[in-house]
């Protein structure tokens, strides 16, 4: 069977390549219009993509397998998928996926999928029907839903935001629950896109944007926690294009904050690409939003058409001599995606692959230009930076970390969800306080703060602080943590992307670790040994440990498999599973021990034998 597109399609898909300076950049978005029009990226397909993009059909094959989101069949109507992640297991997703298993069997309507994180863990366990989420998932809801699909009658609910995003003064979700937040009259009235205006029509020398953002001391809100003025000032100078990425893959588990960035004010990160633009001299924006976000995708392209019609992107920039151009860009389902240059080998339309640095993607990034890659939090902070100044913003946080800060919490807590607060309030407070405490009445067991990459807290050092030896004199004293970068790397983790996962006592925390290390075994690209096959083989030992296989001496063995996959490879992927599984083994020792010694997982909870993963290096 050949596939062909329809006229208007074709026209569509011209229009998509003239966004890029390659046409095989265009690849991800023509896998869409492929699933759009025929329900499916199939083979004959891939090959009509490839004829009209001018690359291989080896190539598009090679790229489309590397991701996992794109539907590759078009027989089952509704495409049901379980996020499997630790935030949706610690919440019951593993029997939610049996559950619907059995009620599913059998029925051609529906396409039953385990998937790595959704990146809505807030409202864990959660599900994906097609593009939509369904929140907090019960069997009764699932019974409801597959009953409904099969009566061909399902609905899609939307998506309700109800958790109060914090109650400090907040900055960029200050409106997230206002009634037509994300709308361009609802962003018009509150004063928005003055700031950006007001630069973009004072001819202002963009050096001056950079500096003031310099002096704020903006950290980056992706991970790294770079200095965002910093890191614009090594762009490269030469007479390339420069090109402006936004970062909108939240792919680190635990993290959900840029969706509801997105979601509910996508105006307020549009006015913050329009001030970056201007500052590093860029007439080119893409923003790469993670292809699980089918919806968010669609509320930001909406909004940059509003923009665009209201001349605040395009030629004329606020009708000045000013040009940007914003692309909205889907990703296809790679955690690796998040990783800046994965991000960039994915947007060229390739495979996500990570690549060596340097050069540094300021120097050398997209299409071999200087790029800056920039997370949506961050983004969204400028025009508040530029709005009330460097003081202003300098006021919240600490001296090495100023300004607010959106942490998102889940796990076993009573209030999950996003609270925007000033970089270094204590630990305690963001658990305890903000988020409600432990849910149940339990005790705290052990919390993870910065996103799954980050090394374990014990509860004790969540509550009375982390031990810090001096180093003359060896004295030992407690630091309570807070959370800002350099208190958290104090205390041996990382703040990260600020998704705080809490776990209760009840917790297994060989179990815990066991689904931690599958989803990096699953999202590693394959490209480095340590990597590849590293993570593999520690995912491999602490899901033996956790179904009564282990033996007491695989628990050195699982830390020293992980200690050599550190600092070895091409990106962080690899040292992002071994620093966690080396702070679980060495901070809950005791609990892989009597997993060895009963030859069971001792909790009650406990596991039957299980096979191993499906999905193992998929990549
Ligand atoms: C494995 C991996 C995954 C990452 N995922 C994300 C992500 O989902 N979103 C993000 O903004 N940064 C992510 N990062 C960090 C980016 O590489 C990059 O540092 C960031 O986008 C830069 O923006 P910032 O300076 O504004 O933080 C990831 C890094 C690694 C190593
Ligand atoms: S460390 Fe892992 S994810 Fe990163 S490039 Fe190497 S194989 Fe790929």
């Known amino acids: 069977m050949n596939r062909e597109f329809g006229a208007e399609t074709l026209v569509e898909l011209e229009r998509i390549c003239a966004r890029y300076p390659r046409r095989e950049a265009a690849l991800l978005p023509a896998m869409r219009l492929l699933e759009r029009e025929f329900g499916c990226v199939d083979e004959p397909g891939m090959i009509l993509v490839a004829k009209l993009l001018g690359v291989s059909p080896a190539h598009a094959y090679g790229v489309l397998t590397f991701y996992t989101h794109f539907r590759r069949s078009s027989d089952a109507k509704v495409l049901l998928q379980v996020c499997s992640t630790l935030p949706c297991a610690l919440k019951g997703s593993e029997s939610l996926y049996d559950h619907l298993k059995k ?19 807030d409202r864990a366990p959660c599900l994906q029907v097609n593009e939509e989420y369904i929140d907090n998932a019960t069997p009764e809801m699932c019974d409801q839903l597959v009953a409904q699909i099969r009566a061909g009658r399902w609905t899609p609910p939307g998506q309700i935001y109800s958790v109060p995003p ?31 205006e007001e630069i973009v029509k004072s001819g202002r020398n963009p050096d ?32 390339k294009p420069r090109y402006l990425v936004v970062n909108a893959d939240e792919s680190e588990p635990g993290t959900f904050k840029d969706k509801l960035l997105i979601d509910r004010d ?23 939003i993670r292809g699980e976000f089918g919806i968010g995708a669609w509320i930001l392209q909406k909004a940059v058409d509003e923009a665009y019609e209201k001349g605040f992107l395009g030629r004329k920039v606020f009708g000045t001599a000013s040009e940007i151009d914003v692309t909205v860009h889907r990703g296809g389902g790679a955690y690796i995606c998040g990783e800046e240059t994965g991000l960039l080998s994915s947007l060229e339309g390739k ?43 300098r006021k919240m946080g600490t001296e090495k970390s100023p ?10 807590v009573h209030r999950p969800g996003n609270y925007e607060v000033p970089l270094g309030i204590p630990i305690k407070e963001l658990i305890y306080d903000l988020a409600g405490g432990v849910r149940g009445g339990k005790k705290l067991k052990a919390v993870i703060p910065g996103g799954l990459s980050a090394p374990v807290f014990a509860a004790d050092e969540v509550d009375n602080g982390y031990v810090k030896v001096d180093a003359a004199t060896k004295a030992e004293s407690r630091v309570p943590i807070t959370m800002d970068f350099e208190s958290i790397a104090g205390a041996g983790s990382m ?38 096959e590293g993570t593999g083989w520690i995912a491999k030992l602490a899901g033996r440990m956790e179904r009564g296989g ?42 892989f021990e009597a997993h060895a010694r009963a030859k069971k997982c001792p909790y009650k909870h406990g596991h039957a034998p299980k096979p191993e993963p499906a999905g193992v290096g998929s990549h």
């Open 103 to 121: 009620i599913t069997a059998g029925e051609p309507a529906i396409t039953l999928k385990k998937v790595e994180c959704l990146a809505n863990c």
């Open 166 to 196: 914090n109650t400090h003064q907040p900055v960029l979700l200050r409106h997230v629950l206002e009634a037509g937040s994300e709308t361009m009259e609802h962003y018009l009235a509150r004063g928005g896109y003055k700031t950006a």
């Open 208 to 239: 001056e944007v950079v500096e003031t953002v310099f002096k704020s001391g903006l950290r980056g809100r992706g991970g790294a926690g770079f200095p965002t003025g910093q890191k614009w000032k090594f762009l490269a100078k030469n007479d």
């Open 266 to 288: 996508p105006h307020q990160l549009i006015e913050g690409i329009i001030i970056a633009a201007y500052a590093i001299r860029s007439k080119t924006c893409y923003i790469y």
């Open 351 to 393: 495979r996500g692959n990570p690549k060596i640095k340097p050069p540094f993607p300021a120097v050398e990034g997209l299409f071999r230009s200087p790029t800056i890659v920039n997370n949506v939090e961050t983004i969204a902070t400028l025009p508040h930076i530029l709005k009330n100044g460097v003081e202003w913003f």
């Open 403 to 412: 300004g607010p800060k959106i942490f998102s919490v889940c796990g076993h």
């Open 495 to 532: 703040l990260g992307s600020g998704g705080v996962i809490v776990m209760d006592e009840e917790t297994c925390m060989v179990d815990a670790l066991w689904n931690t290390l599958r989803f990096y075994a699953h999202e590693s690209c394959g490209q480095c040994t340590p990597c590849r």
């Open 550 to 591: 282990g033996r007491d001496d695989e628990i050195a063995l699982l830390d020293e498999v992980a200690a050599n996959m550190c600092g070895r490879t091409i990106c962080v992927l690899a040292d992002a599973a071994a620093m966690p599984a080396r702070s679980f083994v060495k901070k809950f020792r005791a609990e």
